[in-house]
């Protein structure tokens, strides 16, 4: 129980953070005058925070290393969404290479 807690904390933080991050930059940019380039900072902070949580969950299960497989499956799906794959190849596509990976023995 308190290990779901302790998640749910954790993506209540992370949401109230990435909406006060997109908060600040609407009230700020409308009350002080910031460069075209200071707004799309602030506009991006939101995603890179949420960027930095997944990568971290990319190679990270709880402490110990997730293994090569989702590793090579997440790899797999950001090449092919930089591509501009739908959405639903993408997923299917990760989730086919992380899965032979793990059925042939790399984990």
């Known amino acids: 129980m308190a290990d779901n807690m302790l998640i749910i904390g ?7 953070g990435t909406w006060l991050m997109r908060f600040a930059g609407a009230t700020l940019g409308n009350r002080m005058p910031l460069s075209e380039n200071t707004r799309k900072l602030l506009s991006d902070a939101a995603t890179t925070l949420l960027f930095a949580v997944a990568l971290g969950n990319m190679f990270y299960e709880g402490t110990h290393f997730a293994g090569m497989a989702r590793v090579t499956g997440v790899a797999v799906a950001m090449l092919l969404a930089w591509r501009k794959v739908p959405l639903i190849v993408v997923i299917i596509a990760a989730a086919a290479v992380t899965a032979l990976l793990r059925y042939i023995g790399i984990s």
């Open 10 to 16: 954790g993506i209540a933080l992370l949401a109230g």
